[in-house]
């Protein structure tokens, strides 16, 4: 079989998760490997395509590799995608799957990204391997990928892939009604941070709907003109003192233009199940802030043209974003059904929030992701070293470890339960216990009120 490994990684030859490629490849020398940096020369590609077109047509099966970047693939992979799709090759017959490395966080949204790309294409799409950083040294690593890579023969060899859905015909877009905006002076920041090619007319009607609905003073941020000098290159430079490699000055620019509002509303189109590429290399590029979620409070919101109810990856990815930075999600507007009452909504709800500075707690999608990152910070706190003291300074290494006293009193309870003479003595004196600090809150509570 010719395996066309698709390297999405900036870095090229150096990639850890290629190593797993690598390391197959060695395993298995009955296959036919060949290797297309598409992360690393990704502006070549850009204005000649024709070397990926050959090396496709090539392949009876296309692994992309690449590492997880804020919630999915990196930017220079969301491009060759954009690019593959522009080409309008005919895959139909050929297999993809994909390996990717990471610490877990949001590794599931970066692998259904691939999978919903790779179904639009007409790839038979083989489910993937999604692998910790540190895998391939341990010997339970390498067995789990010399697994996985016999699967993938497997299911090729039957013809076994992943059903692509049916999906419903996507809901138009509908028409946006733009008013006048009011003549009155407004205070505050609120800054509108927009991917706005030419054509996204639809996009900038509800923009400029946004600013003449909201009672707040709103400034647009095109990153569609923002000269990047090119996506994140994962190379750490910026662990240590938080300033990016790059010299376009991104990383002032964020810190100094917008993070300093005080809201965030992201505006963008829907193309393939993401926010794009250009969004994706302004998320990327966010990692010269590290790990630290230096947004903490602020309330976010999105303006979407595309049929978002489709696309649940998508929805996953932009409710985590906020539950992650511990963001007020104060709303997503779309334009398929009544985009008017959608964005007015989006602006009372936000303004609701700007006043009364309301931001709910953090769920599962929250939680979870900044429970990876504490761990990764911990052991690497000697070479994260800004993450480490914003970790600290924030009381986000919050270990279970620490809690003695708690632990200790479970050990207690667990004696009691573990008798059943004193079990059945105690009744539901369990339960009552439980119950005795909330019932002292609402006792507070009651007297507050009383006074009022």
């Known amino acids: 079989m010719h395996i066309l490994v698709i390297n999405g990684s900036p870095k090229g030859k150096n990639s850890v998760t290629l190593q797993t490629v690598n390391y197959l490849q060695i395993l298995h020398p009955e296959h036919d490997f060949s290797l297309l940096h598409a992360g690393q020369t990704i502006k070549a590609l850009e204005k000649d395509f024709s070397s990926a077109i050959a090396a496709i047509e090539k392949a009876d099966l296309l692994l992309f590799s690449y590492p997880v970047y804020t919630f999915i693939a990196p930017c220079q992979l969301h491009r060759f995608i954009e690019l593959l799709k522009e080409a309008n090759m005919d895959l139909s017959g050929k297999f993809a799957s994909q390996i990717s490395t990471s610490k877990h966080f949001y590794d599931m949204t970066a692998h259904r990204y691939i999978q919903d790309n790779c179904q ?126 790059y010299t376009d000055g991104f990383d002032d620019y964020l810190r100094n233009q917008i993070q300093t509002a005080d809201a965030i509303v992201y505006a963008f189109t829907i193309r393939d199940h993401s926010m794009g590429a250009r969004f994706k290399m302004y998320d990327d590029r966010q990692f010269c802030n590290g790990h630290r979620t230096v947004t903490i409070g602020m309330s976010v919101g999105y303006l979407i043209s595309g049929d978002l109810s489709r696309e649940q990856n998508l929805q996953t990815i932009l409710e985590a974003r906020a539950q992650v930075g511990t963001n007020n999600l104060a709303g997503i507007a779309t334009d398929t059904q009544d985009p008017d009452a959608a964005i007015d909504q989006l602006c009372a709800k936000l303004t609701y929030a700007l006043e009364t500075k309301y931001v709910p707690p953090q769920n599962f999608y929250g939680i979870g992701g900044m429970k990876v990152f504490r761990d990764l910070i911990w052991l690497m706190q000697g070479m994260m070293k800004a993450d480490h003291k914003f970790y600290r300074a924030h009381g986000q290494y919050d270990f279970p470890q620490k809690q003695w006293p708690k632990m200790l009193a479970m050990y207690g309870v667990g004696a009691l339960m573990s008798s059943k003479k004193l079990k059945a003595k105690m009744g539901s004196a369990m339960t009552d216990g439980m119950l005795m600090p909330y019932n002292k809150v609402l006792e507070e509570a009651r007297k507050n009120a009383q006074k009022y």
């Open 120 to 245: 639009d294409l007409g790839l038979r799409y083989i489910r993937g391997l999604s692998a910790d950083m540190d895998d391939l040294t341990t010997q339970k690593g390498r067995k789990e990928a010399d697994d996985f890579f016999r699967y993938l023969c497997w299911c090729v060899s039957q013809n076994i892939y992943e059903a692509a859905p049916i999906a419903a015909p996507a809901a138009p877009s509908l028409p946006v009604t733009v008013p006048e905006e009011a003549v009155e002076e407004k205070s505050g920041d609120v800054v509108i941070v927009a991917d706005l090619c030419e054509a996204d007319t639809q996009l900038r009607n509800m923009i400029a709907r946004f600013r003449a609905k909201l009672p707040r003073k709103t400034r647009v941020v095109n990153i569609r003109e923002y000269p990047f000098r090119g996506g994140c290159l994962g190379c750490f430079n910026c662990a240590v003192s938080g300033k990016c490699i």
